[in-house]
């Protein structure tokens, strides 16, 4: 089983930008779903965006398309969220897992119910 650790959190003003990245314990690789998560206070977690290397899919909510950027570098066991013109509503806690009990990334990937491996999260507070 995949464990992950979240890093890159902070404060940041909106219009501004952060990568967060999510080291995979032992490792990972290409045929594995990999997915970002966030979940704000009082809210339901919601999946952000999804990734399958092998193929080459990648998968956003709608909420952050064309400002956020899911990549993978399987070097380093990283996945990464490039997070661009941040709004204050991007603020939440966010959360990386993995799906290895397919092949692909599920079409309901962003309920996130048949990940795994989540870790403790890294927090994203974004101001006006």
């Known amino acids: 089983q995949v464990q992950v650790v979240e890093s890159g959190g902070g404060s940041v003003q909106a219009g501004g930008s952060l990568r967060l990245s999510c080291v995979a314990h032992?490792?990972?690789?290409?045929?594995?779903?990999m997915g970002w998560f966030r979940q704000a206070p009082g809210k339901e977690r919601e999946g952000v965006a999804a990734?399958?290397?092998?193929?080459?899919?990648?998968y956003y909510a709608e909420f952050v398309q064309g400002r956020f950027t899911i990549s993978q570098d399987n070097a380093k066991n990283t996945v990464y969220l490039q997070m661009n013109s941040l709004k204050p509503e991007d603020s939440a806690q966010y959360y990386c897992?993995?799906?290895?009990?397919?092949?692909?990334?599920?079409?309901?990937?962003?309920?996130?119910?048949?990940?795994?491996?989540w870790g403790q999260g890294t927090q994203v507070t974004v101001f006006s």
């Open positions: 032992p490792y990972i690789d290409s045929d594995t779903c």
């Open positions: 990734i399958y290397k092998l193929a080459d899919y990648i």
């Open positions: 897992a993995a799906d290895k009990k397919v092949p692909f990334c599920r079409d309901d990937w962003y309920r996130g119910t048949y990940f795994g491996g």
